[in-house]
């Protein structure tokens, strides 16, 4: 009898349990994702810093250690704000389209009842396209 119960229970769990098991995982991460950043000894470790610091495996004084972080900090600091400028720069070559899709993120946004400081700060972001571009229309009609 015990062991008809015990039948029955774990039919019963893997009843309830199937369709959580059935949904998928998420993706798994891609490869530059997960290996962004590395934990050593309990420490995240920037893999760029870990490289620059294996290039010269002799002791280094804490102040040095700084400055190299600091300077690796900065350099990549730059790239995102370069990679970001690009990017301002790119939604012209489709601006329709790009203002299209950030509005209807700023829409999914509003329906969920997200109202917070990113999400006003993406619809000034948006407006300020719109009024590039309304500039650029009206510059383009009167030549």
């Known amino acids: 009898m015990t062991r008809l119960r015990i039948a029955g229970l774990l039919a019963a769990l893997a009843l309830c349990c199937a369709p959580a098991w059935a949904q998928d995982a998420d993706p798994p991460l ?3 994702a997960a290996t ?3 934990v050593v000894d309990g ?3 920037n893999p760029e810093l870990r490289e620059l610091l294996s290039q010269n495996p002799g002791k280094r004084s804490l102040d040095e250690l700084i400055a190299a972080s600091n300077e690796l ?3 990549q600091q730059a790239e995102l704000a370069e990679q970001q400028e690009q990017a ?3 939604w012209m070559n489709d601006p329709f389209n790009h203002l299209e899709g950030e509005m209807d993120q700023l829409a999914m946004h509003f329906e969920d009842g997200r109202t917070d400081a990113p999400v006003q700060a993406q ?3 948006v ?3 719109l009024d590039q571009l309304i500039a650029l229309l009206e510059s383009m009609c009167e030549s």
Do not use: S
Request: charged residues 50%.
């Open 30 to 32: 891609a490869e530059e």
């Open 36 to 38: 962004d950043i590395q």
């Open 43 to 45: 420490v995240p470790v």
């Open 73 to 75: 900090i900065q350099r």
């Open 88 to 90: 301002d720069a790119e």
């Open 123 to 125: 619809g000034e972001e």
């Open 127 to 129: 407006v300020e396209k």
